[in-house]
Antibody
Framework: EVQLVESGGGLVQPGRSLKLSCVAS????????MNWIRQAPGKGLEWVAY????????YYAETVKGRFTISRDNAKNTLYLQMTSLRSEDTALYYC??????????WGQGVMVTVSS | DIQMTQSPSFLSASVGDRVTINCKAS??????LDWYQQKLGEAPKLLIY???SLHTGIPSRFSGSGSGTDFTLTISSLQPEDVATYFC????????FGAGTKLELK
């Protein structure tokens, strides 16, 4: 069974940093691209970032480019999202999702990030 | 950027009803449209990918259709466990999500 479990969320002050993790199990992690998607309270879903299976290709939404860094450790079956210079508008539930082609076929349950002073 | 307009935002139907949810893209997205179900407190679940392909383990009462800019998710006979929010996702150019349809039982 494919499982994705996010962690690392919490309350952080504006301008500070936070690193999210997503541990994968039930499939060969190193064979799949991975994504981060977020949903702000009361808002729709927004794609955040993508990383290919071997980390050769990385893409970001314009809203986070230059502030967020996606990475992965295939030996640890773990996806990361390093978030810096956090803003109130980054407050959201963050999901990791596996890429099957360009389809997001399995998602985690999400981890909440709240940016507030 | 491609915009996705999903309708209706809210839908109330009875068990056994045929239910349809629509997504309209602001430009041609070919067949690259997926449908998801999200129950309260749970991870989104893929139902249909690339317009009309049923994901593994999804009941056959779910189906998808459309092409170009107009797409439809159909539940042929609504079941109580189908109460959820449904959203579409285009991946022809980047990723854009529909705003969601909240489906409840009448």
């Amino acid at each position: 069974e494919v499982q994705l479990v996010e962690s690392g969320g919490g309350l952080v002050q504006p301008g500070r940093s936070l690193k999210l993790s997503c541990v994968a199990s039930g499939f060969t992690f190193s064979n799949y691209g991975m994504n981060w998607i977020r949903q702000a309270p009361g808002k729709g879903l927004e794609w955040v970032a993508y990383i290919s299976s071997g980390s050769s290709y990385i893409y970001y939404a314009e809203t986070v480019k230059g502030r967020f860094t996606i990475s992965r450790d295939n030996a640890k079956n773990t996806l990361y999202l390093q978030m810096t210079s956090l803003r109130s508008e980054d407050t959201a539930l963050y999901y990791c999702a596996r890429a099957y082609g360009a389809t997001l076929d399995y998602w985690g349950q999400g981890v909440m990030v709240t940016v507030s002073s | 950027d491609i915009q996705m307009t999903q309708s209706p935002s809210f839908l109330s139907a009875s068990v056994g009803d045929r239910v349809t949810i629509n997504c309209k893209a602001s430009q041609n997205i070919n067949k690259y449209l997926d449908w998801y179900q999200q129950k309260l407190g749970e991870a989104p679940k893929l139902l249909i990918y690339n317009t009309n392909s049923l994901h593994t383990g999804i009941p056959s009462r779910f189906s998808g259709s459309g092409s170009g800019t107009d797409f439809t998710l159909t539940i042929s006979s609504l079941q109580p466990e189908d109460v959820a929010t449904y959203f579409c996702l285009q991946h022809n150019s980047g990723y854009t999500f529909g705003a969601g349809t909240k489906l409840e039982l009448k």
